[in-house]
């Protein structure tokens, strides 16, 4: 007999793509959808169901009752065939299908019959895997345990959303903690740079010193801009961080600090007559 070609959705790199951007810990996952496969186990009538998810290569179950599986060859589930639809698939009898009948899990325990999946579609319509109910016997399902599985699948998916939320916002948590570090150390030497200016300002005054005023208020101009700047800066690498996830830490260019650090020390430099440069 010849072997069953593997079939592959037309969207397969999307599909994939999407499963990879929610980032499941799939062992982690495990406990928060176990209600959920004993409910459709109940709702079904059947002694095992399954969450499975499936990548480029590889069906992992997620959760599961009455079955004790991790993962299995993409090529060698029936739920390859689920995410191919819209709707549900039904195998009434597994050893009669000629794409089954001669699976180990046909001919051998569990000896699986009847099988009944659900495809878990994303909200953007990418089907990621499947709920599924089977049977070591026939079995049947009503329109209404049918549309109760439904239901179920579409909580699974709501779940996995649900999840990658939370990790999303603990992680922009832990990078707004880190830009609040960042800002506060590297704000904090220039504003003591403009502190300085203001005492040399405060001595000139006195000595009515006006022309080297003048040119230093113009230097306190520069130095308050360098400060905003500065923050701007980092607010907006920050920005870019979380829009696209692939910008470093050493995004302000080495020009960029070296007249940053000149504008800011010059007036110190200049009241005490030294040459100031900066190399970096």
């Known amino acids: 007999m010849s072997k ?7 969207n397969e790199f999307e599909r994939a793509l999407k499963l990879s951007e929610y980032d499941i810990d799939y062992s982690e996952i495990h406990g928060k959808l176990d209600d959920l496969t004993r409910l459709a186990a109940h ?3 059947t002694p095992i169901s399954l969450i499975n998810l499936l990548d480029t290569t590889t069906q992992w179950t997620v959760s599961n009752v009455g079955l004790d599986l991790q993962q299995i060859p993409r090529e060698e589930t029936v739920c390859q065939y689920v995410i191919l639809e819209e709707d549900s698939v039904e195998v009434e009898d597994m050893t009669s299908d000629e794409r089954f009948k001669d699976k180990d899990y046909v001919t051998k325990d569990p000896h699986i019959r009847y099988y009944y999946g659900v495809p878990l579609e994303t909200p953007d319509g990418h089907r990621i895997g499947a709920l599924c109910v089977m049977d070591k016997g026939a079995h049947d399902l009503t329109p209404e345990k049918e549309a109760f599985l439904k239901i179920i ?3 699974v998916i709501t779940r996995i959303e649900y999840e990658h939320k939370l990790k999303l916002m603990r992680h922009n948590v832990e990078e707004l903690k880190e830009i609040q570090r960042k800002v506060s150390h590297d704000i904090r030497g220039p504003i003591g740079g403009i502190i300085g200016i203001a005492e040399i300002l405060r001595d000139q005054a006195e000595d009515s010193k006006m022309d080297e005023f003048m040119q230093l208020l113009e230097l306190i101009n520069k130095g308050g801009r360098s400060v905003l700047d500065l923050a701007d800066e980092i607010l907006s690498n920050y920005k870019g961080e979380s829009e696209s996830k692939k910008l470093t830490q050493n995004q302000l260019s080495l020009e960029l600090l070296q007249k940053k650090l000149k ?3 010059q007036p110190q430099a200049l009241n005490k007559s030294i040459n100031y440069t900066v190399e970096l």
């Open 4 to 10: 069953q070609i593997a079939p592959i959705p037309n």
């Open 43 to 45: 709702v079904a009538g």
């Open 263 to 265: 504008d800011l020390y």
């Open 153 to 155: 699948a579409n909580e």
